[in-house]
Nanobody, 125 residues
């Protein structure tokens, strides 16, 4: 029943921007942490952003901090990832991931539950 559908991927030049979207179905979206996780060749899986269920606080690894912004619209069951200043090393398949439930967790626990199929992001000149 849970379904996560990503969109917005594509080819972009280094330094460019892209916004990914994820439409969520089949669960109480607002009650779950949400994540963007990418599959990078040679590195496997790498989380790139997390957003909590309470105040919408966001978390990022150093690799994307300052360049990526995660946001959510609970009224529309939508998750977004704004990616700026893209680099070639950002090339990956980006997945929208449903995470742990909870209204006021302070830190992400990376309890990945359900995954979208992913959308390809390619950063190349």
């Amino acid at each position: 029943q849970v379904q996560l559908v990503e969109s917005g991927g594509g080819l972009v030049q280094p330094g460019g921007s892209l916004r990914l979207s994820c439409a969520a179905f089949g669960f109480t979206f607002s009650s779950h942490w949400m994540y963007w996780v990418r599959q990078v060749p040679g590195k496997g899986l790498e989380w790139v952003s997390a957003i909590n269920t309470g105040d919408g606080s966001a978390f990022y690894p150093n690799s994307v901090k300052g360049r990526f912004t995660i946001s959510r619209d609970n009224a529309k069951n939508m998750l977004y990832l704004q990616m700026n200043s893209l680099k070639s090393e950002d090339t990956a398949v980006y997945h929208c991931v449903k995470g742990e439930s909870g209204d006021s967790s302070s830190e992400p626990r990376f309890e990945y539950d359900d995954w979208g199929q992913g959308t390809q992001v390619t950063v190349s000149s």
